[in-house]
Nanobody, 132 residues
Framework: QVQLLESGGGSVQAGGSLRVSCEAS????????MGWFRQAPGKEREGVAA?????????????YYDDSVKGRFTLSQDNAKNTVYLQMDSLKPEDTAMYYC????????????????????WGQGTQVTVSS
């Protein structure tokens, strides 16, 4: 079992920055990919970024981004704190959404990182609002 707790959301003006965090507890060693998804009102949940964590020995540290956030968002991890961080810069109003952290366990090889169905654990979400 893995528990995920997001934090760090908030409101910011366009062009500003926010960092959201996701702390994992429980059986965190076996995590493989950890991803961030977002969902705006009336829209489907979409993948933002994902990273291979210490449970994925061959691909450890590999990061994937959606095209819409490449060059603006940075995903990183701190194994000592069992935490992944999503640094969001140059925020746009269209980035406004509820952001969710997710963990994959067990690993599902061949499945894309942005398929929400590969993730077995989800956090409660943290709201990010970007005003123009």
């Amino acid at each position: 079992q893995v528990q995920l707790l997001e934090s760090g959301g908030g409101s910011v003006q366009a062009g500003g920055s926010l960092r959201v965090s996701c702390e994992a507890s429980g059986n965190s060693v076996s995590r493989n990919r950890m991803g961030w998804f977002r969902q705006a009102p009336g829209k489907e949940r979409e993948g933002v970024a994902a990273i291979y964590t210490r449970g994925a020995t061959l691909s450890y540290g590999r990061v994937y981004y959606d095209d819409s956030v490449k060059g603006r968002f940075t995903l990183s991890q701190d194994n000592a704190k069992n935490t992944v961080y999503l640094q969001m810069d140059s925020l746009k109003p269209e980035d406004t959404a509820m952001y969710y952290c997710a963990a994959e366990d067990p690993w599902k090889p061949g499945r894309p990182w942005n398929d929400p169905r590969i993730y077995d654990y989800w956090g409660q979400g943290t709201q990010v609002t970007v005003s123009s």
